[in-house]
């Protein structure tokens, strides 16, 4: 009986004994298990935590910087109404108050537009109607004035702009141009913002817009936003292609951007260089002039294709016969640029081939002159539906000149003057002008 005893007493704590070291293996497998496998499991996790948070983190930003572009835009597009007479009306004087934005929301919007310009190619395919804008260079108030005219570029009846570059420096206001068209772009994506040459670090610091930010983002840290600016500069497309038959861009075409392959392949993110000893495409393309007189393109060797830019420093001259080289080769009727201050607004070179639009009326609040807005309309004619694209001319007065009469009006603002139109070559469908 003790006998007995004793080997079921054994026999009872081998049996707890095994069965907890079967738990004992038992639990060790399961949590060796995941730890066996866990470069491929850590590696999905870590994937998918990483994927939802990228995706949190987009909504996030994409809902901060689209409502932050909705104040922007709503603040700034109603600034002057308060203080208009009339359409056309408003003078700023040097007592009147400059908007104010709110640092975050400049931000937010900046945060958002990195990511979504980034996105887009080098050069932009564009579907008509839209209608481009040349050099702003900072005048707020005419810019407004410009899209009164020419329609608001949000809403139902949303307009599509196309700006050709050059939208800060020289002017007083350039700060509030550059977030009026962020704003504009990020509320309507069909918006089109195109880089000049002053959308670079060196032209900008040097022509006053990095002195206004300062001015004006005192209490904040401005240095972050200048270098988010210069990011913004350097995210912006170079080009743009309407209905596949309008070239646009700030410049013109050079040695190195007179293939649209290289156009497309060339590294737009970093600053616009500036090297007398060599042509860039960068530079070709947001430097370059066009030449109307041929003997200027002429050497020892012969007629030149192009010749570099000494008047600038940078880019290149470019004249009739590499025009008509570029358009036949990719198979494109004309070329609209901006760049070159035109007293009428509205210039053609090569036979209508080659048009400069102004956007900056009274350059510089003393040059006097004219600026015009190019509406590109897909046009049907007969029953087979042609289609021809017919840029149309709006020209506009600064209402930013603190000096000299206006012209005079009839209604709102329309100025009927075909030999206008007949004097600058352009061949309009129905020849409209607008003074401001």
Same mark, same amino acid.
Request: hydrophobic share 35%.
């Given at each position: 009986?003790?006998?007995?005893?004793?080997?079921?007493?054994?026999?009872?704590?081998?049996?707890?004994?095994?069965?907890? $070291?079967?738990? @004992?293996?038992?639990?060790?497998?399961?949590?060796?298990?995941?730890?066996?496998?866990?470069?491929?499991?850590?590696?999905?996790?870590?994937?998918?935590?990483?994927?939802?948070?990228?995706?949190?983190?987009?909504?996030?930003?994409?809902?901060?910087?689209?409502?932050?572009?909705?104040?922007?835009?709503?603040?700034?597009?109603?600034?002057?109404?308060?203080?208009?007479?009339?359409?056309?009306?408003?003078?700023?004087?040097?007592?009147?108050?400059?908007?104010?934005?709110?640092?975050?929301?400049?931000?937010?919007?900046?945060?958002?537009?990195?990511?979504?310009?980034?996105?887009?190619?080098?050069?932009?395919?564009?579907?008509?109607?839209?209608?481009?804008?040349?050099?702003?260079?900072?005048?707020?108030?005419?810019?407004?004035?410009?899209?009164?005219?020419?329609?608001?570029?949000?809403?139902?009846?949303?307009?599509?702009?196309?700006?050709?570059?050059?939208?800060?420096?020289?002017?007083?206001? $350039?700060?509030?141009?550059?977030?009026?068209?962020?704003?504009?772009?990020?509320?309507?994506?069909?918006?089109?913002?195109?880089?000049?040459?002053?959308?670079?670090?060196?032209?900008?610091?040097?022509?006053?817009?990095?002195?206004?930010?300062?001015?004006?983002?005192?209490?904040?840290?401005?240095?972050?936003? @200048?270098?988010?600016?210069?990011?913004?500069?350097?995210?912006?497309?170079?080009?743009?292609?309407?209905?596949?038959?309008?070239?646009?861009?700030?410049?013109?075409?050079?040695?190195?951007?007179?293939?649209?392959?290289?156009?497309?392949?060339?590294?737009?993110?970093?600053?616009?260089?500036?090297?007398?000893?060599?042509?860039?495409?960068?530079?070709?393309? @947001?430097?370059?002039?066009?030449?109307?007189?041929?003997?200027?393109?002429?050497?020892?060797?012969?007629?030149?294709?192009?010749?570099?830019?000494?008047?600038?420093?940078?880019?290149?001259?470019?004249?009739?016969?590499?025009?008509?080289?570029?358009?036949?080769?990719?198979?494109?009727?004309?070329?609209?640029?901006?760049?070159?201050?035109?007293?009428?607004?509205?210039?053609?070179?090569?036979?209508?081939?080659?048009?400069?639009?102004?956007?900056?009326?009274?350059?510089?609040?003393?040059?006097?002159?004219?600026?015009?807005?190019?509406?590109?309309?897909?046009?049907?004619? $007969?029953?087979?539906?042609?289609?021809?694209?017919?840029? @149309?001319?709006?020209?506009?007065?600064?209402?930013?000149?603190?000096?000299?009469?206006?012209?005079?009006?009839?209604?709102? $603002?329309?100025?009927?003057?075909?030999?206008?139109?007949?004097?600058?070559?352009?061949?309009?469908?129905?020849?409209?002008?607008?003074?401001?």
């Amino acid at each position: 009986r003790g006998w007995l005893s004793t080997q079921q007493t054994k026999l009872s704590f081998s049996q707890s004994s095994f069965s907890f $070291g079967i738990r @004992t293996t038992v639990s060790q497998v399961t949590y060796d298990v995941p730890r066996f496998i866990s470069p491929a499991l850590k590696h999905s996790r870590a994937t998918m935590s990483a994927a939802t948070y990228q995706r949190g983190a987009a909504e996030a930003v994409s809902s901060k910087g689209l409502a932050a572009a909705q104040r922007i835009f709503d603040y700034l597009w109603n600034y002057c109404d308060s203080k208009r007479s009339g359409f056309g009306r408003y003078f700023p004087t040097d007592e009147t108050p400059e908007p104010v934005i709110a640092p975050q929301d400049m931000r937010d919007l900046c945060d958002y537009l990195l990511v979504e310009l980034r996105e887009e190619p080098n050069v932009v395919k564009v579907q008509s109607p839209v209608t481009v804008v040349g050099d702003v260079h900072g005048q707020f108030f005419d810019i407004l004035d410009m899209m009164f005219v020419g329609g608001s570029p949000i809403g139902t009846n949303a307009v599509t702009y196309m700006f050709l570059g050059d939208l800060v420096d020289r002017g007083y206001h $350039g700060l509030e141009v550059l977030l009026l068209v962020l704003a504009s772009k990020a509320l309507n994506p069909r918006t089109v913002i195109l880089r000049g040459n002053h959308e670079t670090r060196d032209i900008a610091f040097a022509y006053g817009f990095a002195a206004e930010c300062h001015r004006k983002l005192m209490g904040i840290d401005v240095d972050m936003m @200048t270098k988010i600016f210069d990011q913004l500069f350097q995210a912006l497309p170079l080009a743009a292609v309407v209905d596949d038959q309008i070239f646009c861009t700030h410049g013109g075409i050079g040695p190195q951007a007179r293939d649209m392959q290289k156009i497309y392949a060339v590294d737009r993110f970093q600053d616009l260089p500036r090297r007398p000893d060599e042509y860039h495409a960068l530079s070709d393309l @947001t430097w370059s002039d066009p030449v109307d007189d041929p003997e200027l393109l002429k050497s020892e060797k012969g007629e030149l294709l192009f010749d570099f830019n000494r008047d600038r420093g940078a880019g290149c001259y470019y004249g009739e016969k590499a025009v008509k080289q570029f358009l036949e080769k990719h198979h494109l009727k004309m070329m609209i640029r901006s760049h070159q201050l035109v007293h009428e607004g509205l210039q053609t070179h090569f036979n209508g081939t080659v048009v400069t639009c102004w956007g900056a009326p009274n350059y510089c609040y003393r040059s006097g002159n004219l600026a015009s807005l190019v509406r590109i309309q897909d046009r049907h004619f $007969g029953k087979e539906h042609l289609s021809e694209l017919s840029p @149309t001319g709006l020209w506009i007065e600064s209402t930013e000149r603190k000096h000299g009469a206006l012209p005079k009006r009839n209604g709102y $603002g329309l100025f009927d003057d075909r030999t206008r139109f007949k004097r600058v070559g352009v061949q309009l469908q129905s020849p409209e002008a607008y003074f401001l």
